[in-house]
C-alpha cells in the first residue's frame, strides 16, 4: 500500500467563491439558480466546487454530485445523481422522453431539498442531458435546489451547451493562479522545498493541476519540468510494469474490474492491485462507489494512455475486448465492442462492425437504449475511414437513427437515417424499409414532396406481404406522406386502410394508435371528417386502455375539431374539457399548450376577443420552451387573423408578426402558408400583398385541396379571391369547397367562417345570386348554432346584411334589481323577487350590474374594498401529485380491462367508480383552462366562497319566482372569475339601482 500524499488544500479564489455562495443564498430565497463553472482543464474546476459544496453541507445543504462522460448515450449525463428518472436505460412512456425525465428528475431532487446538485464534465454531456439541465431550475420553481456545472472552456461550443450558458447565472470563468498564489499551492503541495514562484507561474501559467504536480515532482527529483510535461513524468517514474497497468485502467471502461483488468494484462490480479496501491498513495486514482478505480483528474486518465505508443494502446485495447468478452453479460460485451472500434485499425473491420451491431442490437432489447445509442454513434464515428460493409453500416445506422428519435435527438436522428437511405441497394429490403420509415418522420408535411411517397411505396413492394409491425408502420407513413399531392392521395388513402386493418389483425394498440393517426391526418371530404371523429373516439379508447393519457389526448384533440366543425359546442366543450384535464396528466407542456389555444378559441367565439388573447399570451409564456419561435408567429398570426375577421376590428399586432412570418416562411414553397398569408394580408388592409399571396397558393390548389388543414387554406383563398374580385380563382375554389358547407372552416389557429359563408360569398363573386343567397342563410344558421353572437353578426355583415339581433323565445325586455328597505327587488319579465340583503346577494347584484364583462372572485370576496392580498400556497397538483395520478389511473384501466376479460363485472363496475372519482377529483384541482388551482390560495378560498355565496342568493330568489331563479342558475357562471352569460335568445339587459 502506498503512503498518500498530503492535500496541498485550496487557494485562491476568492471572488468565485462569493459569487457561488450567492447562488447558495438564491436558493434559500425561493430560486433555483443555474450557474456555471467554465475554464481549461487542469484549472480547478473541480476544486472550486468541491469548496462550494463543503460550504452548502455547513448550511444544511445535501450534495448530488455526479460527471458526464465522454461518448455517453441520451441522459447518461444525469446517471451519476441517482435519483428517479436519472436511469438512463429506461424509456419514458410519453411520446417525447425529455419531459418525462425533467419530472422525475425534479422530484427527485427536489425530494433531498435543500440540496445542491452538481454536475461536472458538461462538454461531453449528451444533448438530451442538456435539455434538462436547461430547464431543471424553471421547473424546480421555489425549491432549493440550485444546480452548479462544469465545463472545459475551449470545448463548450455546441448549440445545447451554447443554450444552457445562455440560461446559466452566473457563469464563472476561471483563469490561471496570481504568482502569489502560485507559490503558495507550490509550498502547501510540497512542503519544506524551495519554491521559485516567479519562474514556476511562468513554466505552468498557474493552472492549478500542473503547478501541484511540477512541485512535487522538482521537490522529489530537484529537476523542474514545463507544464506539457510533468504528468508523464510523473508516471514514467513508477516504471514500466505500473505504467502498463495504469494504461489498462486510463483504457478500459469506468467499472471495470481489477480481475478483467488482469486477465488482458495477462499478470495476476495481485501485481495489477500493487499497482493501482502504489497510484493511489501518489493521488493519481481514487476509488469508484460502483467497484474499480478512477484517475484522479481527466488529464491524469490520458497521460496515463500516452506512456505507450499508440500501437500499444491499440493492441491494449484489443486485449481488453477479449478480456471483457469472457464476463459474458450485456454491458461486458457492448464495452468490448466498444474497445475493438477504439482499437481500429488494429483488428479486423468487419469483426468491429459485426460486433458492435450485435451489441447495439443486444443491448437495446435489453431495455438499455441510452447504452445502445450511445455505442451506434461511436461504432458510426469510427468504421467511416475504414470501409466497413455497407449492410453493417446501415445497421447501425438504422439503429442509431431509432433510438434518437425515440430520444427526440431529432438533429442527429435525422443525418442518421439520411445516410443510411445514401446506402440505398446495398441494405437488405427489410432495413431499407426501417432507414425509409425512419427518414419520413422529418418531411414538411406542409411542402408538397413526392420523392418521399415513391421512395416509401419502392420499400412496401420490395418487403414479403406478411404481417408485420414494420409494414404497419411503413404503410403508415405512406399515407402520412400522401398528402403531398392528388397523384398520390388514393394510393395513400389505400395504403393506411391496409396499416390499421394490419394492425388489428396483430392485435397491437400501440400500433394501431400510429396507423389511425397517420390515416386521419388530414381529411379532405365530409366522409373523411366523419371517419376521423370515429378514429378519435377509438384513439381515446385506446389511450385509455394502454393507460397512456399522451395517446388519449390527441384523440380528444381531434374530437374537439370534429365536433366544432359540426357547429356542436356543448359536444366540443366536453372533449376540451377532458384535454384540459388529461393535460395536466402529460409532463410534457405541449398538451396544455394545445389546450390552451383551444379555449382561447371558444373564448372568441363567445364574444370576448380580449379574453382570448390573454388565454394565448398565457400559454405562449410557456410554449417558449419548446416551440421554436418561427412556430409560435404561425400559431399567433392564424389565431389573429381569425380573431380579428369574426370580430371585425383591425388589430395593430398583427401588422407587425405578419412581416415577421413573410420573411420566415419565404423559403417554404407551401401553398398553406401562401393562403394563409393571403387572409392575414386581407385582414389587416394589404390588398395587393393579399393579391399576391392568392396566386401563389392558387398555382397549387390541386396540392391544396389533399394537404394538411385543406379546409382552413381553401376558404381562406376563397374569401381573398371574393374580396378582391378574383372571378377566375372564385371559380375554381368554390366546387373544392361546396361538400363542406355543412361545416365551420376550423383550423389549429381557430375559426374563420363558417364555409357556407366563403362559398356563398364565391357565388355573389361568380354572379349566382340564389345560390349565394342560400349558402349566406346556411353560414348564419351555422354561426347561430354554434351559440356565436359575434360569428353569426360577421356572417350578416359579410352577406351584406344588416346586422340584426337573435330572434327570442322568450319575451324580450328590461330587467331591474332596486335596492329597498325590505331588501332587493327583482323586476324581470321571468317573475318578481324581493330578497332580504346578504353576502351572496350583494356579489349576485354585481354580477349583473357588470352583465357581460367577468369579475374577479377574489374582488366579489372583498365587497370592492382594498385590493386582496394573494396568498398562494403552491399549486394543488405538484409533479408527484400528477405522477401519482397518472399511475392509478393507468392502474384502474388495466383493473378494468381485466374483469372484463375473466368476466367479472362488479369488480369492473368497482374500478369505474374509482376511476369516476378519480377524475371528479382531478377536475376540482384543475381550474377553467387546465391550469392548476392553487391550493390554500386566496383566490382558490374566494372561488369556493363567492360560488357558494350566490349559488344560495339565487335558490333565494328561486323561491319566489322560479323561472327568474332557473334564469339566473344556468346564466350566472362562477368560478374565479365571475359574469352573467346568458343564452342569447333569453339574454336580459339588467338597469341595477342602489348600493350597500
Given at each position: 500500500m502506498g503512503t498518500l500524499r498530503p492535500d496541498p488544500g485550496f487557494v485562491g479564489r476568492g471572488d468565485e467563491v462569493a459569487r457561488l455562495a450567492e447562488v447558495l443564498r438564491a436558493a434559500r430565497e425561493g430560486g433555483s439558480p443555474l450557474a456555471l463553472v467554465l475554464g481549461e482543464a487542469g484549472i480547478g474546476k473541480s476544486r472550486l466546487v468541491g469548496r462550494v459544496a463543503a460550504d452548502a453541507r455547513a448550511q444544511g445543504y445535501d450534495v448530488l454530485w455526479t460527471e458526464a462522460e465522454e461518448d455517453g448515450g441520451p441522459f447518461s449525463a444525469l446517471a451519476g445523481l441517482r435519483v428517479a428518472g436519472t436511469d438512463a436505460s429506461v424509456d419514458g412512456s410519453d411520446g417525447d422522453q425529455r419531459w418525462d425525465r425533467l419530472e422525475a428528475v425534479a422530484a427527485g431532487i427536489a425530494d433531498r431539498a435543500p440540496v445542491l446538485v452538481i454536475v461536472e464534465d458538461l462538454h461531453w454531456a449528451d444533448a438530451s442531458s442538456l435539455w434538462v439541465l436547461e430547464r431543471l431550475a424553471?421547473?424546480?420553481?421555489?425549491?432549493?435546489?440550485?444546480?452548479?456545472?462544469?465545463?472545459?472552456?475551449?470545448?463548450?461550443?455546441?448549440?445545447?451547451?451554447?443554450?444552457?450558458?445562455?440560461?446559466?447565472?452566473?457563469?464563472?470563468?476561471?483563469?490561471?493562479?496570481?504568482?502569489?498564489?502560485?507559490?503558495?499551492?507550490?509550498?502547501?503541495?510540497?512542503?519544506?522545498?524551495?519554491?521559485?514562484?516567479?519562474?514556476?507561474?511562468?513554466?505552468?501559467?498557474?493552472?492549478?493541476?500542473?503547478?501541484?504536480?511540477?512541485?512535487?515532482?522538482?521537490?522529489?527529483?530537484?529537476?523542474?519540468?514545463?507544464?506539457?510535461?510533468?504528468?508523464?513524468?510523473?508516471?514514467?517514474?513508477?516504471?514500466?510494469?505500473?505504467?502498463?497497468?495504469?494504461?489498462?485502467?486510463?483504457?478500459?471502461?469506468?467499472?471495470?474490474?481489477?480481475?478483467?483488468?488482469?486477465?488482458?494484462?495477462?499478470?495476476?490480479?495481485?501485481?495489477?492491485?500493487?499497482?493501482?496501491?502504489?497510484?493511489?498513495?501518489?493521488?493519481?486514482?481514487?476509488?469508484?462507489?460502483?467497484?474499480?478505480?478512477?484517475?484522479?483528474?481527466?488529464?491524469?486518465?490520458?497521460?496515463?494512455?500516452?506512456?505507450?505508443?499508440?500501437?500499444?494502446?491499440?493492441?491494449?485495447?484489443?486485449?481488453?475486448?477479449?478480456?471483457?468478452?469472457?464476463?459474458?453479460?450485456?454491458?461486458?460485451?457492448?464495452?468490448?465492442?466498444?474497445?475493438?472500434?477504439?482499437?481500429?485499425?488494429?483488428?479486423?473491420?468487419?469483426?468491429?462492425?459485426?460486433?458492435?451491431?450485435?451489441?447495439?442490437?443486444?443491448?437495446?432489447?435489453?431495455?438499455?437504449?441510452?447504452?445502445?445509442?450511445?455505442?451506434?454513434?461511436?461504432?458510426?464515428?469510427?468504421?467511416?475511414?475504414?470501409?466497413?460493409?455497407?449492410?453493417?453500416?446501415?445497421?447501425?445506422?438504422?439503429?442509431?437513427?431509432?433510438?434518437?428519435?425515440?430520444?427526440?435527438?431529432?438533429?442527429?436522428?435525422?443525418?442518421?437515417?439520411?445516410?443510411?437511405?445514401?446506402?440505398?441497394?446495398?441494405?437488405?429490403?427489410?432495413?431499407?424499409?426501417?432507414?425509409?420509415?425512419?427518414?419520413?418522420?422529418?418531411?414538411?408535411?406542409?411542402?408538397?414532396?413526392?420523392?418521399?411517397?415513391?421512395?416509401?411505396?419502392?420499400?412496401?413492394?420490395?418487403?414479403?406481404?406478411?404481417?408485420?409491425?414494420?409494414?404497419?408502420?411503413?404503410?403508415?407513413?405512406?399515407?402520412?406522406?400522401?398528402?403531398?399531392?392528388?397523384?398520390?392521395?388514393?394510393?395513400?388513402?389505400?395504403?393506411?386502410?391496409?396499416?390499421?386493418?394490419?394492425?388489428?389483425?396483430?392485435?397491437?394498440?400501440?400500433?394501431?394508435?400510429?396507423?389511425?393517426?397517420?390515416?386521419?391526418?388530414?381529411?379532405?371530404?365530409?366522409?373523411?371528417?366523419?371517419?376521423?371523429?370515429?378514429?378519435?373516439d377509438e384513439i381515446v379508447a385506446l389511450g385509455e386502455r394502454l393507460g397512456r393519457p399522451d395517446v388519449a389526448l390527441l384523440g380528444y384533440e381531434w374530437q374537439f375539431g370534429e365536433r366544432l366543425g359540426r357547429a356542436d359546442r356543448p359536444g366540443a366543450e366536453e372533449s376540451l374539457g377532458r384535454l384540459e384535464l388529461y393535460s395536466q396528466l402529460s409532463p410534457s407542456p405541449k398538451w396544455r399548450i394545445a389546450a390552451g389555444l383551444r379555449r382561447a378559441v371558444l373564448t372568441s367565439l363567445r364574444g370576448d376577443r380580449e379574453g382570448a388573447l390573454r388565454v394565448l399570451d398565457t400559454e405562449f409564456l410557456s410554449a417558449r420552451q419548446w416551440l421554436h419561435q418561427d412556430e409560435l408567429n404561425g400559431i399567433a398570426v392564424g389565431f389573429r387573423t381569425a380573431a380579428a375577421l369574426q370580430h371585425g376590428v383591425d388589430d395593430p399586432v398583427l401588422r407587425e408578426q405578419y412581416d415577421v412570418l413573410v420573411d420566415a416562411a419565404a423559403s417554404i414553397p407551401a401553398p398553406f402558408i401562401q393562403a394563409s398569408l393571403a387572409l392575414t394580408a386581407w385582414v389587416i388592409g394589404e390588398e395587393e400583398l393579399a393579391r399576391r399571396h392568392l396566386a401563389k397558393a392558387a398555382a397549387s390548389l390541386d396540392v391544396l385541396a389533399v394537404g394538411l388543414e385543406s379546409l382552413y387554406g381553401l376558404t381562406s383563398c376563397g374569401l381573398v379571391a371574393a374580396a378582391l374580385g378574383e372571378e377566375g380563382i372564385a371559380r375554381e375554389i368554390r366546387p373544392l369547397l361546396e361538400p363542406h358547407a355543412a361545416r365551420l372552416t376550423s383550423g389549429s389557429s381557430g375559426v374563420i367562417v363558417p364555409t357556407a359563408t366563403a362559398v356563398g360569398l364565391l357565388a355573389d363573386a361568380t354572379g349566382d345570386a340564389e345560390a349565394a343567397a342560400s349558402y349566406h342563410d346556411l353560414g348564419i344558421e351555422l354561426a347561430d348554432r354554434v351559440g356565436s353572437v359575434v360569428l353569426a353578426d360577421r356572417c350578416r355583415a359579410l352577406a351584406g346584411r344588416a346586422q340584426r339581433p337573435p330572434e327570442r323565445t322568450a319575451a324580450p325586455g328590461s330587467a331591474s334589481v332596486v335596492r329597498s328597505m325590505d331588501g332587493w327587488v327583482f323586476t324581470t319579465p321571468f317573475g318578481a323577487a324581493t330578497v332580504e340583503e346578504s353576502r351572496g346577494l350583494l356579489q349576485l347584484v354585481e354580477v349583473l350590474r357588470a352583465a357581460g364583462r367577468e369579475l374577479a372572485a377574489v374582488d366579489l370576496a372583498a365587497g370592492g374594498g382594498a385590493p386582496v392580498v394573494q396568498h398562494d400556497l403552491g399549486p394543488m397538483l405538484d409533479d408527484r401529485a400528477k405522477r401519482e395520478y397518472r399511475a392509478r389511473i393507468a392502474d384502474l384501466r388495466e383493473e378494468i380491462d381485466d374483469a372484463e376479460t375473466m368476466n367479472d363485472p362488479d369488480r369492473a363496475t368497482h374500478a369505474r367508480l374509482e376511476l369516476d372519482a378519480l377524475l371528479d377529483e382531478l377536475g376540482r384541482a384543475v381550474g377553467m383552462g387546465g391550469r392548476d388551482r392553487p391550493h390554500g390560495a386566496t383566490d382558490e378560498r374566494a372561488r369556493v366562497n363567492v360560488t357558494r355565496s350566490i349559488r344560495r342568493a339565487i335558490a333565494a330568489v328561486a323561491a319566489q319566482a322560479p323561472e327568474l331563479g332557473a334564469h339566473l342558475e344556468v346564466s350566472v357562471r362562477t368560478g374565479r372569475e365571475c359574469s352573467y352569460r346568458p343564452d342569447p335568445a333569453a339574454a336580459l339587459a339588467w338597469e341595477v339601482r342602489g348600493r350597500p
Open positions: 424553471r421547473h424546480l420553481g421555489g425549491v432549493a435546489a440550485p444546480v452548479l456545472g462544469t465545463a472545459r472552456s475551449d470545448e463548450a461550443t455546441q448549440p445545447p451547451m451554447a443554450r444552457l450558458m445562455a440560461a446559466a447565472d452566473p457563469v464563472v470563468r476561471l483563469g490561471g493562479l496570481s504568482v502569489e498564489e502560485t507559490t503558495r499551492l507550490a509550498e502547501l503541495a510540497a512542503p519544506g522545498g524551495s519554491v521559485d514562484g516567479a519562474a514556476l507561474w511562468e513554466r505552468t501559467g498557474g493552472v492549478p493541476l500542473f503547478v501541484r504536480e511540477a512541485a512535487v515532482l522538482a521537490a522529489e527529483s530537484g529537476v523542474p519540468a514545463l507544464a506539457t510535461g510533468v504528468l508523464g513524468r510523473r508516471f514514467e517514474r513508477l516504471g514500466e510494469a505500473s505504467c502498463r497497468a495504469l494504461a489498462a485502467v486510463a483504457l478500459a471502461p469506468v467499472g471495470t474490474s481489477l480481475v478483467t483488468l488482469a486477465r488482458a494484462l495477462d499478470r495476476t490480479v495481485e501485481a495489477v492491485v500493487a499497482a493501482v496501491d502504489v497510484a493511489r498513495g501518489e493521488d493519481l486514482v481514487v476509488d469508484e462507489r460502483g467497484g474499480g478505480v478512477r484517475f484522479r483528474h481527466a488529464l491524469l486518465t490520458e497521460a496515463a494512455a500516452a506512456t505507450l505508443s499508440v500501437d500499444e494502446q491499440r493492441r491494449l485495447r484489443l486485449a481488453l475486448a477479449d478480456a471483457l468478452e469472457a464476463d459474458a453479460t450485456v454491458w461486458a460485451r457492448g464495452q468490448a465492442a466498444h474497445q475493438r472500434l477504439l482499437a481500429l485499425p488494429a483488428g479486423d473491420v468487419e469483426t468491429a462492425a459485426r460486433s458492435a451491431l450485435a451489441a447495439v442490437v443486444e443491448t437495446r432489447a435489453a431495455g438499455r437504449p441510452s447504452e445502445a445509442s450511445a455505442l451506434a454513434a461511436v461504432a458510426v464515428a469510427e468504421l467511416e475511414p475504414y470501409g466497413a460493409a455497407p449492410h453493417l453500416r446501415g445497421g447501425l445506422l438504422v439503429e442509431l437513427g431509432e433510438l434518437l428519435l425515440d430520444f427526440r435527438e431529432v438533429d442527429r436522428a435525422r443525418e442518421a437515417f439520411a445516410a443510411a437511405v445514401a446506402l440505398g441497394g446495398a441494405l437488405d429490403p427489410t432495413l431499407r424499409a426501417r432507414a425509409e420509415t425512419g427518414r419520413s418522420f422529418f418531411v414538411n408535411p406542409l411542402v408538397p414532396e413526392s420523392e418521399t411517397f415513391a421512395r416509401l411505396t419502392r420499400a412496401d413492394a420490395a418487403l414479403p406481404p406478411d404481417d408485420s409491425p414494420l409494414r404497419v408502420r411503413l404503410l403508415g407513413r405512406v399515407a402520412a406522406t400522401s398528402i403531398a399531392g392528388p397523384a398520390a392521395r388514393e394510393r395513400g388513402r389505400s395504403a393506411g386502410r391496409e396499416a390499421v386493418a394490419m394492425a388489428r389483425r396483430l392485435g397491437d394498440p400501440q400500433l394501431l394508435v400510429q396507423a389511425l393517426a397517420d390515416l386521419h391526418l388530414a381529411p379532405t371530404s365530409p366522409e373523411e371528417w366523419v371517419a376521423r371523429g370515429d378514429a378519435a
